[in-house]
């Protein structure tokens, strides 16, 4: 089964950190990787659109856009489903690299290089409270949800944090985490979840 999916609302962390959040949770739309049976949260493009709008990537009248966009051009959408997956699984390649401390592959870079750069060529500045930010230029574009995670990717990926990403010890779990402790420790992507039931498989297994 499926754990739920954590999103918090920017704004109240730091940009990097709203950044690794969404990243590791966009990875984490598959659960239970190393099992016979992964979770797939990703079942269709209204799946990707909510997901997208529960991580305050896209608003709500966006993801009503895009929703009947998908629904008027059904092929395409399944087409852009198709691609998130592919960039998915090329951002969970390049954590099980940094995780096991060796180079990512590079078809994992090329793939994620890619979006990155089609995130870029549809996108533009603006001003925004004072400052500048970079926006979408195609809001109502299918592809709109890929290009916001290539963003949030490409800023991760150049980030100090990238090297705190880490993979859950449970061993069926198949979730990534970032580990903020000081002394990089922290083992679980959640306590009260895979922790304790680590704990408990291992008491059963002494008795």
């Not at 990243?23 to 990707?48: G, K």
């Not at 966009?69 to 969970?92: F, I, T």
């Not at 870079?109 to 500045?125: F, K, N, V």
């Not at 069926?172 to 000081?182: A, V």
């Amino acid at each position: 089964m499926a754990k739920p999916t954590a999103h918090r609302a920017p704004g109240s962390v730091p940009a990097e950190s709203v950044d690794a959040d969404r990243v590791l949770a966009f990875i984490n739309t598959l659960s239970a990787r190393p099992t016979a049976a992964p979770a797939e949260q990703l079942v269709s493009y209204e799946a990707l659109v909510t997901w997208a709008r529960d991580q305050h990537l896209v608003s709500a009248a966006a993801g009503e856009r895009l929703l009947a966009q998908g629904r008027k051009h059904p092929q395409q959408a399944a087409a852009v489903l198709a691609r998130a997956r592919d960039l998915r699984e090329a951002l969970n390649g390049l954590a099980e690299a940094i995780d096991a401390g060796r180079t990512p592959a590079p078809a994992v870079l090329d793939t994620i290089s890619g979006m990155l750069a089609a995130a870029y060529a549809h996108g533009r500045l603006v001003p925004h409270e004072g400052a500048l930010q970079w926006v979408s230029a195609a809001d109502d574009e299918l592809d709109r949800v890929l290009w916001e995670i290539g963003r949030a990717a490409g800023r991760l990926v150049l980030s100090p944090r990238l090297a705190r990403v880490r993979a859950c010890a449970a061993g069926e779990c198949g979730w990534w985490f970032m580990d903020d402790t000081k002394n990089r420790s922290r083992r679980w992507c959640d306590m009260k979840l895979c922790g304790n039931r680590e704990k408990l498989r291992r008491f059963r297994s002494k008795t």
